[in-house]
């Protein structure tokens, strides 16, 4: 764990930003979930997301920007077996008890009055924080921070691994793509793909390029942030998403997004990402 706050210690610029967008709230009430799974793909440890950071004082660290902080705890699931392979979807049964949960958890939080941070874990739990977000709020807003698109069908995936496939099973418009999903009914596709914008692209391969190119979806690779800066592109992609404001807004991070100097404990790591710069 020593590594772990020697690593904060260096990230002291990332707090005082958090602290200075939380302080602007007069009433900030935060819901935190943790959602220990790793099956959307390949590596261990990836599960001890939510423990080690609450080790690392996640829910001190919001607290002492003012926030009202509830911990709703780890999400548990039970595997109810779907009684057949589904194909090129690894771990497919893991995966849809347990976003069940996570939809309700976060649905719970959310209904509570609170805001959700929801804590990973593998990025196949967008499935279920984008769900349960949805079931809460109705129309949403979607910024995907990420080296990779993430929109690949159980056709397109070159890995099988889950956690590339999320954004391709929220979307309404890749529904028709996809088999019959058993466990899967209470997920129905709800969010327009236009009300997505990509931040951080480095890594899309070649089916999920197709369907970004196919849609017109707000992309913004890393070449974008490097030429127009983080704060351009942000606001670029807010008014493309979300012109009036009206649409409840959910940020998925991915820390492969960040520079492996920053996070150098992603399984999928590359050259020249997303770096934290002091105020
Ligand atoms: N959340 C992630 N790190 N996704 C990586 C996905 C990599 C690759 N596109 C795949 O489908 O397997
Ligand atoms: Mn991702």
Known sequence: MNAVRRILQQHRPAK???????????????GVVGVPFEKGQRNTGVSRGPEVLRAAGVIQDLSSFGCD??????????VVPAG???????????????????????????SDGRLCLSLGGDHSMGVGTIDGHYQAKGDL??????????????ATSPTGNLHGMPVALLVKELAD????????????PMLSIKNIAYIGLRS?????????????????????????????????ALEAINPNGERSLHVSFDIDSLDPLEAPSTGTTGVSQLQIITP
């Open 84 to 110: 057949k392979q589904l194909s090129n979807m690894r771990e497919y049964d893991d995966f849809a008890a347990c976003m069940e949960k996570v939809s309700s958890s976060v649905k719970q939080v959310l």
């Open 69 to 78: 902080v509830k911990d709703y705890g780890d999400v548990k699931y039970e």
């Open 16 to 30: 005082r930003v958090f602290a200075r967008l939380l302080s602007d709230q007069s009433t900030c009430r935060v």
């Open 141 to 154: 807003a979607v910024l995907w921070i990420d080296a990779h698109a993430d929109i690949n069908t159980s």
């Open 177 to 188: 793509y996809w088999p019959y999903l058993p466990n899967m009914d209470w997920q129905v």
């Open 204 to 236: 899309v391969d070649e089916y999920e390029r197709l369907i970004l190119e196919k849609f017109g979806v707000t992309a913004y690779a890393m070449e974008d942030v490097e030429r127009l800066g983080v704060h351009e592109v942000t606001q670029r």
